[in-house]
């Protein structure tokens, strides 16, 4: 029977643990987090159960126009709606250790063995937790990754706070400044704002999200200028500081920005340190990260690794992936090679932004001869009977064949809405199939099937 031990409980590290048992291997799981890591207790699971609210919020402003009145006679449903930031976050906590303590009855019936404490390598066989010493024939590394700070502008928890830090907040901020505009930044952004904070966004690059698709971009940044969202482009933070009941944030341009609190959203750092990986011959890239080929493995023979400590797309969806597929390729399982171009993601803003396979900025730079074509929300009779304008359908596909080969949604629900388009690219259905395919009408995703009728007249 072969010996596994995973180190790290985040969602490469269990769905490992559960493949390698289910192919019948003896799994030790060291964890000094909480199983279910950051993703679970401080992450994913948390900041998606506080936009769950923020998305019910969004709705409440946005219900005048439907025609809803409070019995108050406010002619604004938002002016009588608030947030009790501590029931919110007392549900977001109560709900993240919900969900890691079902992973652990799971690795609990898949008899695998949890060990709390940290582990590091002593050689590629053998992992050290404490006293103990486990001889392993399979190593997978997937201590994930934390907030990375700015220089001098050490977290507090109080009013600077990293994205781990905010669920212990009894009260909503009133002016919070968001420093970074990537995924990260953008949803807390978007959430705090709609939860009825006046917000900041101090971006360094000329736009939001400078790492998504364009146009879906300039969407969500004009929607949070509309609703009156501070965003300061072209501004990168030098410093943090607390200033009495408040923050202090000074841009390398010399102007300030005051407010009372700040959430610093600049990126994260591998868990990679002292764990002996490169005395082991674990190589480590830039930034930290193990280097890890398409199916997970390391440099050193037999050790594998998953998850953010990895870099690559630094996704649940993806670290899971990377798990089960080191489990599948160390064990003599059949297995497929990690394929980044089907995977799809979402930022959860209002809108979301969706998307899978192809970019807007490859084609721009000529990386791809596919054809494009965008088809707006207005159009959509679904959206316009919900009170949605913001927005699009995004479909590409290749010249001649018609083989669908990315998109982008730009939607509310857009994370649901991406699935048929993953399945097409990942099937290499081509947009024909797409458009033949009955959608219900109205609905938005009926817009998808439209983009793709464009794209048969064009191909």
């Known amino acids: 029977m072969a010996r596994v031990v995973i180190i790290g409980g985040g969602p490469g590290g269990y ?9 019948g291997a003896e799994v030790t799981v060291v964890d000094s987090d909480g199983i279910g890591g950051s ?10 159960t506080l936009i769950a609210t923020a ?39 109560a709900l993240a250790a919900a969900q890691s303590e079902g992973i652990s ?59 781990e ?37 101090v971006s360094s690059r000329d736009r939001v999200l400078p790492g998504e698709d364009k146009d879906a971009a300039e969407v969500l940044e004009d929607v949070f200028k509309r609703r009156g969202m501070t965003v300061l482009g072209k501004s990168r933070a030098e410093s943090v500081k607390r200033q009495g009941d408040g923050v202090i944030v000074t841009l390398t341009d010399g102007r300030t920005v005051e407010g009372s ?50 870099g690559v797309l630094m996704l649940a969806s993806v670290a899971a992936m990377q798990g089960r597929i080191a489990m599948s390729h160390a064990l003599g399982d059949a297995v497929a090679p990690l394929d980044l171009s089907t ?25 791809s001869t596919a054809m494009v074509v965008k088809v707006p929300l207005r159009d959509n009779a679904r959206a316009k009977m919900q009170g949605n304008r913001d927005g699009f359908v995004k479909l590409f596909c290749l010249p001649n064949t018609g083989i669908i080969v990315g998109g ?10 991406i699935h048929p388009i993953s399945l097409a690219v990942g099937a290499r259905l081509t947009v024909d199939q797409m458009a033949q395919s009955f959608t219900v009408y109205p609905s938005v995703s009926g817009s998808i099937a439209e983009a793709a009728r464009r794209l048969h007249l064009r191909s």
């Open 343 to 367: 995977v799809s993601s979402n930022v959860f803003t209002a809108p979301e932004i969706a998307t899978v396979g192809l970019t807007q900025a490859v084609l721009d730079a000529g990386g």
């Open 105 to 163: 009855r799971r690795l609990a019936d898949d008899k695998v063995r949890v060990i709390n404490g940290r582990g590091r390598l002593d050689g590629p066989e053998t992992v050290v937790v404490g006293d103990e010493r486990l001889d392993a024939d399979v190593v997978l590394i997937a201590t994930g990754a934390r907030p990375r700070v700015l220089k001098g502008s050490e977290p507090d928890g109080e009013r600077i706070l990293t994205w």
């Open 39 to 48: 993703c679970v207790l401080t992450d994913c699971v948390p900041s998606k």
């Open 165 to 201: 830090q905010v669920y212990e907040l009894d009260e909503l901020p009133e002016r919070l400044i968001v420093v970074g505009s990537g995924v990260t930044g953008a949803e807390f952004a978007s959430a705090y704002d709609a939860l009825g904070s006046d917000v900041v966004l």
């Open 261 to 310: 609190h700040a959430l610093l959203a600049v990126g994260s750092l591998p868990n990679t340190e002292d764990m002996g990986l490169v005395e082991s011959g674990v190589s480590l890239g830039d930034g930290g990260f193990v280097t890890v080929d398409r199916v997970s493995r390391t440099t050193a023979r037999g050790v594998y690794a998953a998850g953010d400590c990895t």
């Open 15 to 23: 769905e490992a643990a559960s493949a390698a048992a289910q192919l």
């Open 55 to 93: 998305e019910v919020m969004t709705e409440v402003e946005d219900a005048g126009q439907l025609g809803v009145r409070l019995d108050d006679g406010d002619d604004d449903p938002a002016n009588s709606v608030r947030v009790d930031l501590s029931v919110v976050n007392k549900r977001v906590k």
């Open 408 to 417: 982008v949604v730009v939607a509310p629900r857009a994370s649901e809405l």
